[in-house]
């Protein structure tokens, strides 16, 4: 909550950014229940649970798969957007249970989503052209 | 200017106090485990592009016990939370066909539908009808 000291109204009201990340959390959330459980058991869990052979999971496969011209709009649905939605949600955590508020932890916060995000574009980007 | 409002205490603790709060607390907490998975895409993301070897690599590190674990724990922590998301849609945007509004379980089952929709398309780009045949 921004309050104002000389409780004078401000002339000109700062634009809030929240919308943005409350925005990267929502869009963030449908990734995670949509997408999540099924990257989960096919791939993370996909051998050891006897869903699908390592050959179904072999390198040329994958490779083909992942760095198809649509398969940044998966490292965007299952890797970028819900790691915008866990850290918002930790950003609101720290704050609740009163271990961190303010600007550093919000920074800390978005500011990680947002340089990991950039690592895992551009490590698609390197591989894909 | 100069009174004093009463401010309740409020300690950390506060959420351990009711039902309601220790489940608004565990459904943040399902980000905790979506962390290791989101890790565990973006080491196979760089696996991927360094080569065969290190995709095997990848493939064993995969199914080592407490990686499994924590997987496994992500799996159940994003069905729990797809489960409170799904609810909350008919209740924040309800849809109308007319002057009628959609039943909340017809929304509620549409959304489950779309997830083993989402299942069974990536088992298919998987190969899975190959490997079965």
Same mark, same amino acid.
């Given at each position: 909550?921004?309050?104002?000291?000389?409780?004078?109204?401000?002339?000109?009201?700062?634009?809030?950014?929240?919308?943005?990340?409350?925005?990267?959390?929502?869009?963030?959330?449908?990734?995670?229940?949509?997408?999540?459980?099924?990257?989960?058991?096919?791939? %993370?869990?996909?051998?050891? %649970?006897?869903?699908?052979?390592?050959?179904?999971?072999?390198?040329?496969?994958?490779?083909?798969?992942?760095?198809?011209?649509?398969?940044?709009?998966?490292? %965007?649905?299952?890797?970028? %957007?819900?790691?915008?939605?866990?850290?918002?949600?930790?950003?609101?955590?720290?704050?609740?249970?009163?271990?961190?508020?303010?600007?550093?932890?919000?920074?800390?916060?978005?500011?990680?989503?947002?340089?990991?995000?950039?690592?895992?574009?551009?490590?698609?980007?390197?591989?894909?052209? | 200017?100069?009174?004093?409002?009463?401010?309740?205490?409020?300690?950390?603790?506060?959420?351990?106090?009711?039902?309601?709060?220790?489940?608004?607390?565990?459904?943040?907490?399902?980000?905790?485990?979506?962390?290791?998975?989101?890790?565990?895409?973006?080491?196979?993301?760089?696996?991927?592009?360094?080569?065969?070897?290190?995709?095997?690599?990848?493939?064993?590190?995969?199914?080592?016990?407490?990686?499994?674990?924590?997987?496994?724990?992500?799996?159940?922590?994003?069905?729990?939370?797809?489960?409170?998301?799904? +609810?909350?849609?008919?209740?924040?945007?309800?849809?109308?066909?007319?002057?009628?509004?959609?039943?909340?379980?017809?929304?509620?089952?549409?959304?489950?539908?779309?997830?083993?929709? +989402?299942?069974?398309?990536?088992?298919?780009?998987?190969?899975?009808?190959?490997?079965?045949?």
């Amino acid at each position: 909550m921004r309050t104002n000291k000389q409780d004078t109204p401000q002339t000109t009201p700062r634009r809030s950014d929240e919308p943005i990340w409350w925005s990267l959390f929502s869009a963030g959330g449908v990734c995670v229940a949509m997408l999540v459980p099924a990257i989960a058991l096919l791939v %993370l869990l996909g051998i050891p %649970l006897g869903l699908v052979s390592a050959e179904q999971l072999s390198y040329q496969r994958l490779h083909a798969l992942v760095f198809h011209p649509l398969g940044l709009g998966v490292v %965007l649905g299952a890797l970028v %957007l819900p790691l915008f939605h866990a850290m918002h949600r930790i950003h609101h955590g720290l704050h609740d249970l009163k271990l961190a508020h303010g600007q550093l932890a919000k920074w800390l916060c978005y500011g990680s989503a947002i340089v990991l995000s950039t690592v895992a574009i551009a490590l698609w980007l390197l591989s894909a052209f | 200017m100069s009174r004093k409002p009463y401010q309740p205490p409020m300690p950390a603790s506060w959420w351990l106090k009711h039902p309601a709060y220790r489940f608004y607390m565990l459904r943040e907490a399902t980000v905790l485990p979506l962390l290791f998975f989101v890790a565990s895409l973006l080491y196979g993301l760089y696996a991927l592009g360094q080569g065969e070897a290190s995709w095997l690599q990848y493939l064993s590190w995969l199914q080592q016990p407490w990686v499994i674990a924590l997987n496994s724990l992500a799996l159940v922590a994003s069905l729990f939370h797809a489960w409170t998301f799904f +609810v909350l849609f008919p209740q924040v945007m309800p849809l109308r066909l007319g002057s009628r509004t959609l039943p909340a379980w017809l929304m509620v089952s549409a959304q489950w539908a779309g997830v083993l929709l +989402v299942f069974v398309a990536l088992w298919w780009l998987l190969g899975g009808l190959d490997a079965h045949q």
